[in-house]
């Protein structure tokens, strides 16, 4: 709670520079994803305020993010390994696809199919989000931090017989850092397309994980009699949460930035202009979309063949699979170039024997693999 508290309140000092605030936002839309570069960060032990200089310069993290992390020290190790979680999340999401995620270890310097609006960006800013925001409720549940404790008990009573116990994720304070540090700025006006494009895929990301936090119950009580039933609150793990936002990134909206009239006063006509996302191309012609539907404003090239003006890297040389029609197939993957195909031989123990007392015997197999490639 108080850590809450804490966090919150860099957002009520920069209300009170409105101004420099959107200055802040407009250096800072194109290095909003740039602090994913903690993943590649080793450190063990986070005791020294020198370490967040270090980072603003490799890591690319902005002002408020070196803030965050100076006031927040001990919170950074588990910001870093929620980065690290979110990689590989992504990248084992995406391993059978034409975009499998790899580029996204280029940060800070990402190519263009993570910074130009494309549906991957809107995958990678919710992750991340989530991440972030899973990574640190977590912490808070487990003790790792002094800066949070358990998640609030619920009001209404827990399923069957059971009371409301243990340590839930506090996914209010997770919700709260995330917020700030995984998308900085606050509210300005003049907002570019790109800057309101992954605002709302970082918060659809918040989104998805606030409405699945799940109850868990368990019995206590000497030799399982159940004498103690308690539950709590608790947030699915990474893994599961990428699968729903990957279900997202196949639907994910089309948006485009426009210019729409608001009628502030219907007697004299008067009103104001704001400058608003609207999706475009939907079929039943709906030009609001969810808070938890991923958006983006720049088609996705097909990723086939190398092209870096567009954060292709193309799939040659990719392994796929030759008898499979999916994504991870070689038709689709090698996008009709063919593939070419080896046989790798693979030893392995086998037949293994336990021998009185005290030695296991094993014999050498050859099993053949045939390994296809994409020219
Ligand atoms: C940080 O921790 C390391 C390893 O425990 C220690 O060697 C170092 O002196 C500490 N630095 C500070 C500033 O406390
Ligand atoms: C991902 O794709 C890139 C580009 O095609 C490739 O170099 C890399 O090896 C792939 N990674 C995996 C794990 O398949």
Known sequence: ????????????????????????????????????????????????????????????????????????????GIVAGATREAVLTCQSLFADRRWNCSSITYAPNFLADLTGGSREQAFVYAISSAAITHAVSRACSIGATTKCGCGRLPSEPPPGDFKWGGCG?????????????????????????????NSHNNAAGRKLISDSLQTACKCHGVSGSCSIKTCWKALPDLKELGMMLQKKYAIAVEVDLKEIFLQVNKKRMRGSRERRLVAVHRPDKRKDFQAEELIYYTKSPDYCLPDTTLGSLGTRGRECNKDSTSSGGCRSMCCGRGYTSHVMEIKQRCDCKYYWCCYVKCKTCTTKVEINRCR
């Open 169 to 197: 994720d506090d996914l209010r304070f997770g919700l709260a850092y995330a917020d700030l540090f995984a998308a900085p700025g606050g509210k300005g006006k003049r907002r570019s397309k790109r800057h309101l494009v």
């Open 1 to 76: 709670m108080t850590g809450v508290r804490a966090v919150k309140h860099r957002g009520v000092a920069g209300s009170l520079l409105p101004g420099l605030l959107i200055l802040i936002i407009g250096l800072q839309s194109c290095a909003a994803i740039k602090w994913l570069a903690l993943a590649k960060t080793h450190e063990k032990v986070w005791n020294n305020t020198k370490l967040c200089q270090t980072l603003k310069r490799d890591a690319g993290l902005t002002k408020q993010q070196v803030r965050m992390c100076k006031q927040n020290l001990e919170l950074m």
